[in-house]
């Protein structure tokens, strides 16, 4: 199931600006069910908005600022089903435990750990242009953006803990500005020239953790692991 729903605004805010403002929230119900916690809302939930203001005071200047800022969290397809356990095996008597027959229409899974995906990405950007009266027109743009993604995956989804860790963290911002210069239009030849510049920043990293306990045989008496 899914439950979408949107909506637009224009506002005159005076006779030389107006305001656009737009928004939309879905939810899309998940495709599969832990059988270890029924309650669990495996779908996906987002939801964003967006703001444009114009303003336009004569014939020479034209400004247009926009900002934007959306967000999801939600696990939806981070996941897969088991289509098939070799008998007898490890992950066989892992699912068996759960109630989870592997085949290949499957809907089930046992994760005893989280799955999510959350990520916020969003940014602003200012265009001014100023036209001449024979047609040449100066622009410029700037711009600023960010996108944060912090999800965690259990990576074995059986009741046991085995893999249950694996959580990817990106933090990636940018700044951008162009300036540029622009001919008439409607002439044989029409041209543009400029600059740009663009810095961005890119921080990601992974943490992962395994347990090995419910795979090797159990330690010696009076011994300890350290990690």
């Given at each position: 199931?899914?439950?979408?729903?949107?909506?637009?605004?224009?506002?005159?805010?005076?006779?030389?600006?107006?305001?656009?403002?737009?928004?939309?929230?879905?939810?899309?119900?998940?495709?599969?069910?832990?059988?270890?916690?029924?309650?669990?809302?495996?779908?996906?939930?987002?939801?964003?908005?967006?703001?444009?203001?114009?303003?336009?005071?004569?014939?020479?200047?034209?400004?247009?600022?926009?900002?934007?800022?959306?967000?999801?969290?939600?696990?939806?397809?981070?996941?897969?089903?088991?289509?098939?356990?070799?008998?007898?095996?490890?992950?066989?008597?892992?699912?068996?435990?759960?109630?989870?027959?592997?085949?290949?229409?499957n809907l089930y899974i046992a994760s005893n750990a989280p799955t999510f995906g959350r990520f916020q990405v969003?940014?602003?950007?200012?265009?001014?242009?100023?036209?001449?009266?024979?047609?040449?027109?100066?622009?410029?743009?700037?711009?600023?953006?960010?996108?944060?993604?912090?999800?965690?995956?259990?990576?074995?989804?059986?009741?046991?803990?085995?893999?249950?860790?694996?959580?990817?963290?990106?933090?990636?911002?940018?700044?951008?500005?162009?300036?540029?210069?622009?001919?008439?239009?409607?002439?044989?030849?029409?041209?543009?020239?400029?600059?740009?510049?663009?810095?961005?920043?890119?921080?990601?990293?992974?943490?992962?953790?395994?347990?090995?306990?419910?795979?090797?045989?159990?330690?010696?008496?009076?011994?300890?692991?350290?990690?």
């Amino acid at each position: 199931n899914q439950v979408l729903a949107q909506t637009a605004l224009n506002l005159p805010v005076s006779t030389t600006s107006a305001i656009r403002i737009s928004a939309f929230t879905n939810h899309i119900d998940g495709p599969v069910e832990n059988l270890l916690n029924p309650s669990e809302d495996l779908g996906v939930a987002e939801s964003g908005v967006r703001v444009k203001f114009l303003f336009r005071p004569n014939d020479s200047w034209d400004v247009l600022l926009a900002a934007d800022y959306a967000a999801e969290h939600g696990a939806y397809d981070s996941f897969y089903t088991r289509r098939y356990d070799a008998p007898g095996g490890f992950a066989a008597g892992q699912d068996a435990l759960a109630g989870v027959t592997a085949s290949p229409g499957n809907l089930y899974i046992a994760s005893n750990a989280p799955t999510f995906g959350r990520f916020q990405v969003g940014g602003g950007q200012g265009t001014v242009t100023y036209s001449f009266g024979d047609g040449y027109s100066v622009t410029n743009i700037a711009a600023a953006r960010f996108y944060n993604n912090h999800s965690a995956l259990d990576a074995d989804e059986f009741p046991a803990s085995l893999l249950d860790t694996v959580v990817p963290v990106f933090n990636d911002s940018q700044i951008s500005d162009e300036l540029r210069f622009s001919s008439p239009s409607g002439r044989k030849f029409v041209y543009q020239v400029g600059l740009f510049y663009m810095h961005m920043k890119s921080v990601e990293h992974t943490v992962l953790c395994a347990n090995l306990e419910p795979l090797l045989p159990p330690p010696p008496p009076g011994s300890c692991s350290i990690g």
